[in-house]
């Protein structure tokens, strides 16, 4: 909850009204509890993918930003912040192009629970580049709930 809220605080105008990210937070803490780490991942990738759809900082993920084309589904693509999205170099981790097109129909379709779904299928990936999206449009060093985090893993045995 405390990475939810820094991430609306940090990257929201002061009174600036969003209610579908209310309802998407809303629905998002419960998820947040002990349990399943895949369901708490897939609720914390679907949030952020709404997040970042509300302010209009996503791309259209189902097209190549640069060319408008549609993406091939066996191909591998990565979200770049300053070129949306791209064919991913062969020396790093993306996202195949049916997963990208699955995220979008899901990000259209307004369901939440069916986002969360779409995002079950690429946590690792999802993550990686979803946090590099993150971080350039913070444009701050380290998220205070991620330092916090790290700082208990350091202390866990």
Same mark, same amino acid.
């Given at each position: 909850g405390f990475y939810l809220n820094e991430? $609306?605080?940090k990257l929201l105008a002061r009174h600036d009204p969003h209610p579908a990210l209310f309802d998407a937070y809303a629905l998002t803490?419960? #998820?947040l509890g002990p349990? =399943?780490?895949?369901? &708490? !991942? %897939?609720?914390?990738?679907?949030?952020e993918l709404t $997040? #970042? !759809? =509300?302010?209009? #900082? +996503?791309p259209d993920l189902s097209v190549a930003t640069q060319t408008q084309q549609p993406l091939a589904a066996a191909a591998s693509y990565a979200l770049r912040?300053?070129?949306?999205v791209i064919?991913?170099?062969?020396?790093? %981790?993306?996202?195949?192009?049916? &997963? #990208?097109?699955?995220? !979008?129909?899901?990000? =259209?379709?307004?369901?939440?629970?069916?986002? !969360?779904?779409?995002?079950?299928?690429?946590?690792?990936? +999802?993550k990686a580049q979803l946090r590099a999206l993150l971080?350039?449009?913070l444009g701050s060093a380290t998220l205070r709930t991620r330092q916090v985090m790290l700082d208990v893993?350091? $202390?866990?045995?």
């Open positions: 991430l $609306l605080m803490l419960p #998820l349990g =399943e780490d895949a369901r &708490t !991942q %897939s609720a914390l990738r679907a949030f $997040l #970042l !759809q =509300e302010i209009g #900082l +996503l912040p300053e070129a949306g064919e991913a170099r062969g020396d790093e %981790s993306g996202l195949s192009g049916a &997963t #990208l097109v699955g995220l !979008q129909a899901a990000l =259209e379709h307004g369901s939440l629970e069916a986002l !969360q779904q779409a995002c079950a299928g690429a946590l690792p990936a +999802l971080h350039y449009h893993q350091n $202390l866990a045995p």
